[in-house]
């Protein structure tokens, strides 16, 4: 805009010089009243070159205005003056012409004379004419004109600064308007003059204020050279200084900030001036360091309220003060003009250094459980206590704890946080989230420490410092089998037997082992394939044998409790195959079934595997049952697949196996061709005697014979060692039953045995079992190997968690141990039964193999329990024979008397019918009573073939219940029945029929069936030699029978078998007849005695002895015997009446023949009950008045030689055990609590008696 209006003519100011120049750019002629006497204007053109030019003038088209000399010669740096004329052709008129003038270098008016590089185009240069020729007594064209702004107001600017507005002046009329602008000091227009030809004209205003103040003036237009034609414009303009406005009196005040980082505030400046603004701040050199503004340079509009940022920087615990100052300056229209005068504002900031530190609200965050694979959030807080705002960056460091540890070393952290730096104003606090995502099953420790950022130091940040510990576990869901039962067709089949069918140690383990990648890739819902057989991704692979039994009969059920032993939710799905592959489309099938593919496919379709239910979901602690099922319905081994998937857990393929044989089929179920003995040690003299079990399947008998062949070639091998040794290799096993073989172990190296043993089934299919023994070296492996079989503590729980349909009495404890057990000792144990019905039940205990009722013995044996009562069962084991393994199952026959007394009720109604219907018939003639009177005498035909129809009539009914008797008389041949095609309705006719005279059958009613229960019991014996060697500790719990030592046998108190008969013994006829006349002629001569009826009166009285009467000095005379002694004659050895009421054998004592005491003529010596038994000296000696033989041997009391008597110490243990037996069994009965706190009752004073004896 000032290159425009600067030209030299509107302006002194002339911003590039022009090569040729007019002194003036209006020739104006005025009014011209006088048409013929015009002067000419003067006109002077310039020649600002060196070089000479020609000026040539062009007229305009009606040479009203012309300009003489037309073309001139003007030397460089010269002038030359033309003159304009003026030659009106009319009056009253207005004239307005643009004149130019073509200036060029003289040399270059012949193109022959200049180069191309040096040709230079004319210049030129205009003049406006202007005229008018309106007479004095003619009045002008009347202006008729708007303006587009009545008012100019320019913007403020700087003194001696231009500013420009623009004027548009409308010619509203038909006539030309010529306009003229007087000269004015601080306003100019350009064009200055000027004629409007057209509808409107543009022009320039410009204001140059050269003083500060506001100017307000009026700007003359005048039009048509008629003064009455003028029109005033206000305009209005302002020169300004700069001036700011600084917020808060210029103070700045700062927190309080951590030394080393960078407090910001906001201060506002204000331009109160009407021009825009520079400013510039700056920075005293000693505060260079601690405070910054931003923005340090800028423009502030007028008006405009700025914020600038101030930033402090403490260096030291300390308070500043600083003085940084703005220099302001106006700022000009443009850059090519002058800005104003610049101002300085000073500026006061105060703030100070302090030290803070990061705390947290909880020093331990628990994250808790977190499923692998799965993520958990927790919030903490962290706070700062100080007075200054801090900046932090946050660190966290991982530990792992667990199985998976070695694993977890390569493994990023598994705690991300949202927030690692950031910064925590004074007093205030900031919320963290933490996220954990476990990827391995362990435990997880985190240590989150902080560092205060110090960016303006040289150390960057502050050494980490603790803040909180972060705990969190990931796992996986976890399952784990707590119990199993079995029930239907393998009711016969013990719960140790039952776990090791269905590997449920090995289940356990992989339910509680980590899974892999590839069982972790698919869900349940995704776990699909398009192939017949779908892939594994497993390997952990169990076979669960379901047993073997007869087609037809009663499915298998069994029956696993299942309990999730995890903290996180589980959910699983057992998957059959047909669960698991994708359904295509026919088309898309190719290929024929493998043998494998149609066999599961049959086990499919007919449904012999069951499992129910199939999926469901446990919480954390929460347990539930699963059933599976396996019918008998086709003979042979079915196998099928199952995929137990865990969600977001383990991957395990059950296969599921069963047997189902013919009935006449022997059968021996064999779960595995391989069997493992209990590692015995090398060099041992009595090695423990272990067992294998036979299960019979089937229907009918088997008898076995193992082949001892190949253990005689081990043997051979083995220098004529008999290495492994068959104790029992034939037998007989009943249907149902298991049948133990005993086997003996004895290693002759440490190294592991293995031997092939074929096992013939007579009309079966034989075995090949592979026996391995490890024998191992004492001395190398000292007490890393474990002297407690597996078999004596396993994992099979030994209380039950599930209820098996039709149970009515549970046990506290199916599984008892007894451990490590020293030969020749007794160890008893209780457990309970419980009646869980509303009915009378009655109970039988039974050995399942007739060697256990030696060691085991069971009290009561049998009994009955009123509904909901309970029974306190004691089982005793006696140790003696050789060391053995012993896992021993008992099973305990439960009945229902309320069902037993309903089934007799019935049995004796049904028989009561039965007698009706085989005596009772109905005759059926109608002529019976006419031909009965004369017919009397005799039978008539007819007569006698109704009677035998009846008879036959009622006898028919008869072989309903009973087979008919046997005829004397047979025929020879009996014709055949002709051959006719039977026609399928005839059939199905014969079949309704046979329905319905079945229906009309009364069927023989059925006793209930006993319900079974399996009582485990394990244990292991030991010699007491190394009983003594390897657990010294426990030996003083133990009482070693010396009599079982001596006899090897003991008589097992109410025995299992009590209620088992003898075996039947084959006799001769002369033989039973000779025995049968001999206790006739006993028992006739015992009737007949006298004295024997004496004595068994004497017995009936005699009162019951005392653990006192048995010591040595009852049996011999004492001097004491005229002190008020009574004297008792026993007529046989003292015997103790126990609560087995059994008689205890005993060594060579005192009361053995030996003794030389007469057992018949005995005398004893008992104090009376008002005597203390210890008063008085007695002296022992015999009814001769000899010493006896045990008090001449020791130098011993006779009190301390009964207690050497074996039969004394048994005694004692007895009555010991007899105690505790009691008092545990009035406990289980409610009649005392042995739990009860113990009272003190405290007796009242004694009263004073004063003494009857008259010297007191």
Known sequence: MDLYFNDGYHSDIVHCEPHVSLDAIHADFGRCTDMNNIEPQLVRLTNNTKGKMMVQWMGDETHTFSVTPSSAEIPPLKTVDFRVHFKPASANNLYSSELECYCYYKSTRDYRLVESLTHCPPFCVTLTALASTFQSQQQPFLPQISLSSPHLVFPATNQDEASYRTLTVINQGTTPIIYDFPDMETFSVKPKKGMIKSKHETLLVKALPTKTKAY???????????????????????????????????????????????????????????????????????????????????????????????????????????????????????????????????????????????????????FGNVLVGSSSTQVFNICNDGDCEIKFKLSVTQKIEGSSAAQALSANVALTLDCYSGDIPARSKKTIRGVIKPLLRCQYSFEIKYSLLTPELSCKESPPEHLINAFACGVFPLMAVTDARIHGSGIGIGKRQLWSLFQLDSLNMFLDSDPSDRELQYSVQTRNSTRRRPPVFTRAILDCNFGAAPVDSEPCYVTLHVENTGTVESEWEFLFPNDLQIDLEYWSESGEYTEDELHEMKVMDNKLFSVSPKKGKLQAGETCSITFTYHHLMSGTDRVPVLLKLSRGREILMNFVGVTVEHDTPYIHFPSNKHSFAPVAVGEKRCPKQVYELYNGGAVPVTFDIDCMPLMALKRENFGHPVLDCLNPQGVIEPGKTHVIEWMFYPLEAKTYDVDVPIYISGGEPALITFTGVGYDKTQLGETMPTVSDNCEGDVPPMQMVTVPGQTVVLSHERISFGNVPLFSKTRKVTFMCNTSEHTISFAWHVTNTGDQKVVNIYPAKGTLQPRGSQMVKVAFTAFGEPAFYDMDMICEITDETEMAKYRRRLRDWERERERQIHEFTITEKDLAQSSAPRSKGSAPGAKSESVLAINSSSAHKDLYSAPPKSKTYKSYKTLPPILDRSVDKDREDAIEAEKMAAAMWPKPVPPKPFLIHLGIVARTHSISTFQEQFFDEFSNFFIDKTLGQTESVDVEDSVADDKQAPDLTCTESESQMLQGVIANVLRSLVDDTSFHQSVTKLTNESTPYFSQFRPGFLMKTEALADGTEEVTHSEKPMVNTSSQKELPVEKSAFSPEAKVEPEHTTTRVSPPNRPASSGKRTHKSRKGKTSPLAGKSKDTPNESVTRIPAFANLVEDVLENTLMNILLESANNEVNITARPRLIALPPRKFTPSKDPKH
Request: glycine fraction near 6%; aromatic fraction near 8%; hydrophobic fraction near 40%.
């Open 216 to 366: 307000r003036e009026q700007l003359a237009l005048c039009m048509n050279h008629e003064d009455s034609f003028t029109q005033v414009i206000p305009v209005t303009c302002t020169a300004e200084t700069a001036e700011v406005l600084l917020s808060n009196n210029g103070e700045i005040f700062f927190r309080e900030t951590c030394v080393g980082t960078t407090t910001s505030q906001s201060y506002q400046i204000k331009n109160i001036s009407r021009v825009p603004l520079d400013f510039r701040w700056l920075i005293k050199n000693q505060d260079q360091g601690l405070i910054k503004v931003e923005p340090a340079i800028g423009t502030i509009l007028p008006n405009e309220f700025q914020e600038h940022v101030f930033s402090f920087t403490p260096m030291a615990l300390e308070k500043y003060v600083m003085k940084p100052t703005v220099i302001v300056t106006a700022q000009g229209q443009s850059k090519q003009q002058s800005a104003g005068k610049p101002r300085v504002f000073p500026v006061r900031a105060i703030g100070e250094g302090a030290s803070a530190e990061v705390k947290a609200e909880d020093a331990y965050v628990e």
